[in-house]
């Protein structure tokens, strides 16, 4: 397939083209911080990405299966932002930074919704929402090169009260590579093909390259990092993806 992700939230049908946005003043990453009393999680309102299936449906998502450990959210700005905003730093370095920035803890949300119906009368399910605790944790760093490994840590909640031991669960991996010659990208239908860079289109430019959790080869992509006064961005060309 192909479609277009930019900000999280605008999509189109044709290609993709990733952007990754960087907003660490702000309350969605959490961290070891000191101890909070936060409200309980059940009476939070997670965002849904989601549309209305039948006029006037009523969209809010029922509990999910799964949960995850409690979070302190930040609310000032974290160090890694602090440090990214540093004066005097190479574009480079400002943009290794920003790579580095994304390590940490994080609450991460998986919404299940159906769409579409293709039956007369179909009336859909009530979707659902599920979360857990997702860590990244950088596994490589070197001037050229980055890779950032993400684990997820979910329980099963059984009740309300009584949920599961934690279960922890390889996710996907992030390798970030610096002006490379060449890089893998999907095909389509299980393939792959290694893509040359041109000097001009790598220059001052990362490759991200996304693995699944058997670490084998699932999109790539080239893109510029940009940064501002409250957020820094990654914006890839349109490539394809499964």
């Known amino acids: 397939m192909r479609s277009s992700i930019v ?4 999509v189109r049908s044709s290609q993709f083209a990733l952007c990754w946005i960087l907003v660490l003043s702000a309350s969605a990453y959490a961290y070891d911080g000191p101890e909070k009393s936060p409200e309980p999680v059940d009476s939070r309102r997670q965002f849904t990405f989601a549309w209305p299936f039948l006029p006037g449906a009523n969209m809010a998502p029922r509990g999910g299966s799964t ?34 920035a994304m390590a940490g803890a994080y609450r ?9 119906g293709f039956t007369v009368g179909y009336e859909p399910d009530v979707p659902y ?8 944790y950088v596994v490589a760093d070197t001037p ?22 934690e279960m922890v669960i390889k996710h996907w991996r ?10 893998v990208v999907f095909n389509g239908h299980r393939q792959w093909q290694r893509k ?6 790598a220059q001052g430019r990362w490759v991200q390259s996304v693995y699944q959790v058997d670490d084998s080869p699932r999109y790539a992509a080239v893109g510029r990092w940009q940064h ?11 490539t394809w993806r499964p």
């Open 196 to 201: 040359t860079l041109s000097q001009d289109v």
């Open 129 to 136: 929402q599920s979360w857990g605790t997702e860590y990244i």
């Open 7 to 10: 900000a999280i939230s605008k």
């Open 144 to 165: 050229d090169f980055i890779s950032l490994q993400h684990i997820m840590v979910i329980q099963i909640a059984a009740t309300k009260d009584n949920p599961s031991s």
């Open 67 to 100: 949960v995850g450990e409690e979070v302190a959210l930040v609310v000032e700005p974290s160090p890694a932002w602090i440090e990214l905003q540093a004066p005097g730093l190479s574009a480079k370095e400002r943009d290794r930074k920003a790579i580095l």
């Open 228 to 238: 501002n006064a409250n957020y820094s961005s990654w914006t890839s060309e349109e």
């Open 174 to 183: 992030q390798d970030w590579r610096y002006q490379p010659d060449t890089y």
């Open 108 to 116: 991460a949300s998986f919404d299940f919704i159906e769409t579409v």
